[in-house]
């Protein structure tokens, strides 16, 4: 008797979100057509195409943040209604509440969940050590360098145990050493429990680096995917290393010259916007 398959921790079926017009109901607009996209227990996929192709609406969309159009969400098998409780989501800015501690911010997921505070803030004080900031739990958002604020939404992400990790583009805005630094962090911490990964980027080299699959989205409007590639580089892996291996190149080759067109036409669009 062969055994049974397992479902996907992510699915997300023909998906379709088509945006309308307040001010005029006969105008539309379609920024995710037709997407089909699964993510295994344990695997990290990331997404990469063109600036404001629908990257973070298909993202939302797993979250249950937004209901798509037409399409359905699956988690584990189960259709997805309203928000995705087993997925924890790291915007691109950092959502720490500016009032609150380190510590307090790591917390806070918790105690909406019912933990004591006393056990809360033991479980907080792990995490933070676990990023690195042990000795930083009193230190307030605007005491904290940028890097020190991605560990802290890392901690508070990562503190709920969701079985599924959204990242939307979370180190964009951080300078090359840091960011290097925040992507080997994620990479040991996800090695350590093995969540399934859903990872938004708009760089390929972060993408090509730090996943088992890389997913490429078209051009909007209705963007959806075009290419689809497994990445076979060895794990472990550090991020800056990793870039000079032939392996590397070869699959940065592959991928960019599916990707390059979509990006000029995303480019020629903004323009056209601008104009």
């Known amino acids: 008797m062969s055994p049974a398959v397992q479902p996907h921790a992510l699915e997300l079926n023909a998906i379709e979100v088509t945006f309308r017009s307040r001010e005029e109901r006969d105008r539309s607009y379609t920024a995710v057509a037709a997407t089909t996209l699964q993510v295994a227990a344990g695997e990290f996929v990331s997404v990469v195409g063109p600036t404001g192709c629908g990257k973070s609406t298909l993202l939302n969309v797993a979250a249950g943040l937004l209901p798509a159009t037409s399409g359905e969400v699956r988690v584990f098998g189960e259709r997805l209604q309203g928000i995705n409780r087993r997925a924890g989501y790291m915007f691109q800015s950092d959502a720490l509440m500016p009032w609150r501690s380190a510590i307090a911010n790591v917390m806070v997921g918790l105690q909406y969940c019912g933990l004591p505070d006393a056990e809360a803030r033991a479980q907080a004080q792990g995490w933070l050590e676990r990023v690195g900031l042990g000795g930083f739990g009193d230190r307030y958002p605007h005491q904290l360098s940028g890097g020190m604020r991605k560990r802290t939404a890392l901690a508070q992400t990562l503190a709920l145990d969701p079985d599924i990790i959204l990242m939307d583009e979370p180190f964009s805005a951080l300078d090359i050493q840091t960011r290097q630094l925040m992507e080997n962090e ?35 409007p209705g963007t959806h995917p075009i290419g689809e590639f497994a990445i076979d580089l060895p794990r472990p892996r550090d991020v800056a290393e990793v870039r000079s291996q032939p392996r590397f190149v070869e699959l940065h080759t592959q991928i960019w010259a599916v990707l390059r067109d979509e990006v000029l036409k995303g480019y020629a669009q903004q323009l056209k916007r601008a104009a």
């Open 186 to 220: 994620v990479l040991d911490l996800w090695a350590a429990r093995r969540k399934a990964v859903l990872f938004i980027t708009h760089d390929l080299d972060e993408a090509i680096a730090m996943s088992d699959r890389v997913v490429v989205l078209s051009a909007g």
